[in-house]
């Protein structure tokens, strides 16, 4: 298996992304990427779809993400034409909370990649084809941006890159879900990126998602190695080092804008977390 690095096709580090149109008339080799994540989007004919050693087949319309360190490869394929994009993960970063808060993005490009790089995974979008023609063009104003490189040629591709990852995120949203506990996983994340701040309880979150606390928990564990609250509680005190870096609010005031209960349990899991107090930190960063 070898090794494939997003500077084989791109040496500009101050904007880690490159789009390029792939033909496959013969088996590609087992390979992985190690500092980058692939969206693909198949716009022709079909192939077989290795990952981990699991095949799949894959065709016109389909879409999906493989995240650095998946090994994966193509063989058989038929007339076989995908448009590969390579980004860094924090790309997806630009992503506003709004997005965050979609069930089809937290699937697509969140848990989908994450779960097809440790188990067996092959739920993919599948594209109608009126949305695919749809794609395509917007595919086609892309590669002519990066491959004419005019003045604010960056700014418009990461532009033109998110609005392909809503309107991809949308599709996943509304097409017939294929793997049950992976939306319902997608339900939970999405409610709780939208209600962190809040008192929010399991039991809420479980019915958000209709399912149980306990296949709430057990799907948490399977997907994310990790509980609910853990999420919550990691979500709050990310919140908590941003309003610590970016306003001069009070280590009180933050603390109940990002959902603790008073401003000593937010210091005893910041310290926990991070090895240090809120204040200690803003001083640091403030430095």
């Not at 077989?48 to 319309?61: A, L, P, Q």
């Not at 390579?86 to 970063?93: D, S």
């Not at 941003?242 to 009180?252: F, G, W």
């Amino acid at each position: 298996m070898s090794n494939v690095y997003l500077s084989w096709f791109t040496t500009d580090e101050y904007f880690p992304f490159y789009i390029q149109y792939g033909r496959h008339e013969e088996d590609t080799s087992f390979h992985k990427h190690v500092d980058f994540s692939e969206l693909v989007i198949v716009l022709n004919g079909h192939a077989t779809h290795v990952v981990n050693h699991e095949e799949s087949f894959i065709k016109k319309g389909n879409v999906f993400v493989i995240n650095g360190g998946t090994p994966h490869a193509y063989k058989d394929p038929y007339d076989f034409k995908i448009c590969n994009i390579m980004y860094k993960a924090e790309m997806l970063k630009l992503a506003g909370p709004d997005l965050r808060t979609l069930n089809g993005y937290q699937a697509l490009f969140v848990l989908e990649p994450f779960y097809r790089s440790i188990n067996s995974y092959k739920s993919k979008l599948n594209m109608p084809m009126v949305s695919l023609e749809y794609v395509s063009s917007l595919i086609t104003a892309m590669i002519k941006e990066y491959d004419e490189k005019l003045h604010g040629y960056q700014t418009m591709l990461a532009s033109k890159f998110m609005e392909l990852v809503v309107y991809l995120s949308r599709h996943y949203d509304n097409q017939e879900k294929g793997v049950d506990s992976l939306m319902h996983l997608a339900n939970a994340i999405s409610y709780i990126e939208d209600h962190y701040r809040e008192q929010v309880t399991l039991e809420e979150i479980a019915a958000k998602s209709d399912i149980s606390v306990r296949h709430l928990n057990r799907i948490f564990r399977a997907y994310y190695l990790t509980t609910p609250i853990a999420y919550i509680q990691r979500l709050r005190l990310e919140q908590a080092c941003t309003l610590l870096k970016q306003t001069n609010r009070s280590i009180t005031e933050i603390s109940y804008e990002c959902g603790f209960n008073d401003s000593n349990y937010l210091t005893r899991q910041f310290k926990k977390m991070y090895g240090m107090s809120p204040k200690a930190f803003r001083k640091q960063q403030q430095l």
